[in-house]
């Protein structure tokens, strides 16, 4: 029988505090007591409290006690090997399976979890940078309108010119309104996360988006890597490990290749064959993809910054004509607004690129 457990504690996600049930956390943050977090303690706090790590944890807590029935049902002097064996769930290999993979479990979701944290975090941030946009541009809306509402009073525009960029700012401010309201949802979603009180007084941090890279010639020796350490993997391959110890006992059983017990047994192993084939498959398929993904985000990012170096040429040159009367200052602040929009862009470009890398590196646990 393979041991197993070695490669399914590989994993280092160490859950803070474990605590059973879906109790939750006290409201962090009260009127009278406002917290501002960072992401580390953010991703504390997830490990700490987060319900589907939880959840997980009470997963592991049953496949413990399914692991202690079956050494003690193996203990059992009255039955056969062959009978103790196909009441799968107190057959102690079949047990101790079970259980690592659950510690496997577990430790898949709180990356999971933490990564989805993470991405609000950012997406949190990146949305205070969409308000400021946003009130930058309200702004510019409203001169252009004074301007028009000057220029019907000189005979130069229409009463039409000014309903309709009434009808921007408008439309402008609902959409300032709806960025509030995304702001205030994502905060939900992190605290839903972390397990605390959604009416928590939480400001959440503002952190630098870390700067992403991979080195492509370590690709083929990490996939080599996961195809032999991932769980999914590890698990089907005991299965069908186990499923050979099943035609062997019914083969000492007795039985042989016309007997519908020995053909059942061989059933087995042909099935467990196959999950063993698409599990190495879909892991690697996973893998690939994610690389792919995490190229086009990498790319997106540079293609962002020339963006945004060419806006800035373009605000600098509207600066510059400004200065000389060339140019009203509505030119020049219109071209700060779209160097600005430029900068935010990188911000996202960076953070689905953070994002990316996250989710690519735990195809490798």
């Known amino acids: 029988m393979r041991e ?8 280092s996600i160490a859950v803070l505090v474990v605590v059973f049930g879906a109790v939750m956390l006290p409201a962090i943050g009260s009127e009278d007591d406002h917290s501002i977090m960072d992401l580390a303690y953010v991703r504390e706090l997830v490990l700490e409290g987060n319900l589907d790590i939880k959840e997980a944890e009470q997963e592991i807590s049953q496949a413990r006690t399914v692991r202690i029935e079956a050494d003690e049902k193996e203990r059992d002097r009255g039955a056969t090997k062959l009978e103790t ?9 079949k047990a101790d399976i079970e259980y690592d993979y659950a510690v496997w ?30 009130i930058s541009n309200i702004d510019i809306l409203k001169t252009e309108l004074q301007q028009i509402e000057r220029k019907i009073e000189l005979g130069r525009a229409v009463e039409y010119d000014r309903t309709k960029q ?36 939480i400001t959440f941090e503002d952190v630098p988006i870390p700067e992403v890279s991979y080195d492509a010639a370590k690709l083929e020796e990490a996939i080599a890597d996961a195809l032999e350490t991932n769980g999914e993997i590890v698990k089907a391959e005991a299965d069908y490990d186990l499923a050979l110890v099943l035609v062997e006992l019914t083969d000492d059983a007795g039985y042989d290749s016309r007997d519908s017990e020995y053909m059942t047994a061989m059933d087995g192993v042909d099935a467990a064959e196959i ?26 990012v540079q293609i962002s910054v020339l963006a945004s170096e060419q806006a800035k040429m373009s605000w600098d040159a509207t600066q510059r004509r400004y200065e000389l009367g060339l140019a009203t200052e509505l030119n020049a602040r219109k071209a700060k ?13 960076k953070v689905d690129a953070y994002i990316e890398n996250a989710t690519f590196l735990n195809l490798f646990e």
């Open 275 to 300: 999950n063993t084939m698409s599990a190495k498959l879909t892991v690697e398929y996973d893998i690939r993809s994610g690389y792919n993904a995490l190229l086009n985000a990498m790319d997106a």
């Open 85 to 93: 064996y196909k009441n799968r769930d107190y057959y102690p290999e």
């Open 105 to 134: 479990s577990r430790d898949e979701v709180a990356q999971a979890v933490l990564v989805t944290a993470e991405e609000n975090y950012m997406a949190h941030r990146l949305k205070e940078e969409e308000i400021l946009l946003q």
């Open 166 to 201: 009434a009808l921007a700012v408008s439309q402008a401010e609902h959409a300032l309104t709806l960025l509030y309201n995304e702001r205030e949802t994502l905060g939900w979603e992190l605290k839903k996360l972390m397990n605390v009180s959604l009416d928590s007084n």
């Open 337 to 349: 607004q779209a160097y600005d929009e430029s900068l935010h862009s990188v911000s996202q470009a």
């Open 4 to 11: 197993i457990k070695k490669y399914l504690s590989k994993k």
